[in-house]
């Protein structure tokens, strides 16, 4: 499976950006997919998950009513609805995937990765 991201960029605080993930190369419906987010001197961590096959979706404390993730299995394609965006949420952000029917919340449970996406936020 390939990953390509987009849609990062700088913005300020309070404003919204979308991240779209493309995937190819697999049959989407059988993934989870999900967004983690890396900040300068600290872990990658997951930002949300969704499954394509239930629909079932985690997402992080941190961000919990201020993002939404979404998927579009025709398409093949994950957004990343991030609205009232705040400086600590500045990160590189990718985009992950896995052929399994749990959603994992580390690094570890995902074995496909896109390319990071830089996001931004100005105080």
């Known amino acids: 499976v390939q990953l390509q991201a987009s849609g990062g960029g700088l913005v300020q605080a309070g404003g919204s950006l979308r991240l779209s993930c493309k995937a190819s190369?697999?049959?989407?419906?059988?993934?989870?997919m999900a967004w983690f987010r890396q900040a300068p001197g600290k872990e990658r961590e997951l930002v949300a998950a969704?499954?394509?096959?239930?629909?079932?979706?985690v997402y992080a404390d941190s961000v919990k009513g201020r993002f939404t993730v979404s998927g579009d299995n025709d398409q093949n394609t994950v957004y990343l609805q991030m609205n009232s965006l705040k400086p600590e949420d500045t990160a590189v952000y990718y985009c992950?995937?896995?052929?399994?029917?749990?959603?994992?919340?580390?690094?570890?449970?995902?074995?496909?990765w896109g390319q990071g996406t830089q996001v931004t936020v100005s105080s």
């Open positions: 969704i499954s394509s096959s239930s629909g079932r979706i």
């Open positions: 992950a995937a896995d052929e399994t029917s749990l959603i994992l919340t580390t690094v570890r449970g995902y074995g496909y």
């Open positions: 190369g697999g049959t989407f419906r059988r993934y989870i």
